[in-house]
Every structure is written in C-alpha cells, then in structure tokens.
C-alpha cells in the first residue's frame, strides 16, 4: 500500500513569491494535517482537516491557507514567503479527527532565498 | 502554552543496552501519547503509541504512560547503531486535532 505522498520533495522560492505544496493520504484515511519543522525542532501543527473541513489551526499568520478535497489530498499555500519560512513542511495522514494514529509523508523541504 | 518537554541529549549508550528516553507534558486534557523516529534528513517515523495508563511493549521498545505525573516514557532494549536517532514525543492537545511536539532527544548508539 502507498503511504502518504507529498510534493514536490524539494522547492526553492524567492522571497515574496508564492508557493503550494501537495500531499495524498494513504488510501482510507480522511484526515490530512500540515506540520512545519525547522532544524533542530519538533513539527510545529498548522493545520488539520477531516472530511474537507478545517478542524484546527496553529499559531500561523494569515498567509498560510490549505484546502482539502474530494478524494482526501490537500494542499498547503503559502504566501509572500519569508526567509523563516524556510523549513521542511510535512503532511501527516490519518484515519479520523480523534486521538489517532498519524503518519507522516517524506515532506517538502523549502528554502526561501 | 502546552508545551512537551524532552531532554535534547545527546544520550549516548553502547550496543546491547537500554535506552530510556523521557517526556513531560502539560496539557492534561492530551489523551494519546506517541513516539516518532526520525533519521537526519527524513520524516518522522511512528513506532510507538499509548493511550491508557501503564506499559505498552512492541518488539524491542516498551512506552510507559503515567497520567496522574504528566510523564511518558520510550524504553529501547537491546539498543542497535541503527537505532541512533533523533526520538519525538508528541501528545495531541485537549482537542485532539493536533499534535505537539517536543523537540526530539538524540540518541547515539556506539558498537
């Protein structure tokens, strides 16, 4: 069985420029969440969605926006980058919004230059 | 803020001996408990989870989860080079839409 896939695996961006990462979630799963890690930290949590809806949201500013559709793959946009915002942005698949399992894709890693 | 706290290491041990990697969290409402592998330079990787109090053994790691002190714990017997990671704690908030995240302990294990 595929696990969660995400895309593209590596991205470089200027600042200022726009940027959208993709992720689909192992089959049968429905909720997909978006986690931000910076070098010698935990993942910090964005965003989760079940069902297509936002169930949470992070400590993030407004230029961070996702979506989810469907067939359960989602997309997390993010606008006028930062040079912060360079990190490795991880997509995390599971079965239901609850207290569940959750398994991480291979992420994305971001350089805003 | 909740927060979860993990000592940062590095937390060296030689081959054949226990690792016990530790955790303290805050928000007592978190009602499941996990431990994430990650290689340098890959994702975080699920190997261990509890929900409920007491020992959890799988394979060669046991979690131990105690509510009532706020603390988990990864124990990794038999410890293998391959088992030199970085080890994250995380535990879902009161709503369990997300999880936090400690900052991981990096473990080094010697042959």
């Known amino acids: 069985d595929a696990g969660v896939t995400q895309s593209p695996t590596h991205l470089i961006k200027t600042r200022g420029q726009h940027v959208t990462l993709r992720c689909s979630p192992i089959s049968g799963h429905k909720s997909v969440s978006w986690y931000q890690q910076v070098l010698g930290q935990g993942p910090q949590f964005i965003f989760q969605y079940y069902e297509k809806e936002e169930r949470g949201r992070g400590n993030f500013p407004d230029r961070f926006s996702a979506r989810q559709f469907p067939n359960y793959s989602s997309e997390l946009n993010v606008n006028a980058l930062l040079l912060g915002d360079s990190a490795l942005y991880l997509c995390a698949s599971s079965g239901g919004t609850g207290d569940t399992e959750a398994f991480f894709g291979q992420g994305t890693r971001l350089t805003v230059v | 803020q909740k927060e979860v706290e993990q000592n940062s290491g590095p937390l060296s041990v030689p081959e054949g001996a226990i690792a016990s990697l530790n955790c303290t969290y805050s928000?007592?409402?978190?009602?499941?408990f996990f431990w994430y592998r990650q290689y340098s330079g890959k994702s975080p990787e699920l190997i261990m989870f509890i929900y409920s109090n007491g020992d959890k053994e799988d394979g060669r790691f046991t979690a131990q989860l105690n509510k009532a002190s706020q603390y988990v714990s990864l124990l990794i017997r038999d410890s293998q080079p391959s088992d030199s990671a970085t080890y994250l704690c995380?535990?879902?908030?009161?709503?369990?839409?997300?999880?936090?995240f400690g900052k991981g302990t990096t473990l080094s294990v010697s042959s």
């Open positions: 928000d007592r409402g978190s009602q499941s």
């Open positions: 995380a535990v879902t908030n009161q709503a369990g839409t997300a999880l936090i």
